[in-house]
């Protein structure tokens, strides 16, 4: 698939249950301990959790001949995102260093969840939904930060070795470790 197929853009308000279903199917609950190997989300959302996020940042969404095959969503440190594991990981960052400063010494935002359709993986979405969302928000951010479980190795490499991010961190809630990394907008 080359990118000239796909389309990137902001979810529009039709696009919310779709996004809803994406991630209902990729939530670590729904699936087999053999598909978490090749990634899994570790929170679902409701359709009104998912139109806020949308409606605050914006999810960028990956189109791919009319299929919405991909999400990915960023919001606001002060969003009220009722997340206990998002609220952990923005608490620490008084703790956690990015290119010689405390991460919350940065103007920054929170970058995820993103998901990709299991039957468009590996055909670059996940670096073209990355690269819309930081134009989409370079200038108003210094530095997007993301959480990855740490039993989710394949998106751990993905966004560290694939898209290069930095890991900063970790932290843990529920007995459930997570990586925190940082990237910089340009």
Same mark, same amino acid.
């Given at each position: ?62 189109? +791919?001949?009319?299929?919405? $095959? *991909? ?7 002060? /969003?009220?995102?009722?997340?206990? !594991?998002? =609220? ?67 998106? +751990?490499?993905?966004?560290? $070795? *694939? ?7 970790? /932290?843990?809630?529920?007995?459930? !470790?997570? =990586? ?7």
């Amino acid at each position: 698939m080359t990118t000239a197929a796909v389309e990137y853009r902001q979810a529009l308000s039709h696009d919310y249950s779709t996004i809803v279903q994406l991630n209902s199917a990729n939530f670590i609950a729904n699936l087999s301990e053999d598909q978490r190997k090749d990634g899994f989300l570790s929170a679902v959302f409701t359709l009104e959790q998912t139109a806020a996020m949308a409606e605050d940042l914006g999810t960028t969404v990956a189109i +791919v001949d009319g299929v919405l $095959a *991909g999400f990915l969503c960023a919001f606001r440190n002060d /969003f009220n995102h009722g997340s206990p !594991v998002v =609220a952990k990981m923005i608490e620490s960052y008084d703790r956690m260093w990015f290119e010689g400063k405390l991460l919350s010494r940065y103007n920054t935002y929170a970058y995820g969840p993103v998901c990709i359709d299991r039957a468009y993986r590996r055909k670059g979405l996940l670096r073209g939904l990355y690269e819309a969302q930081k134009r989409e928000l370079a200038g108003k951010f210094e530095v997007g930060v993301a959480l990855i479980a740490r039993n989710n190795p394949h998106s +751990v490499q993905a966004h560290v $070795a *694939g898209l290069g991010m930095t890991e900063v961190g970790e /932290f843990e809630v529920n007995g459930i !470790v997570f =990586a925190t990394v940082a990237f910089r907008l340009s």
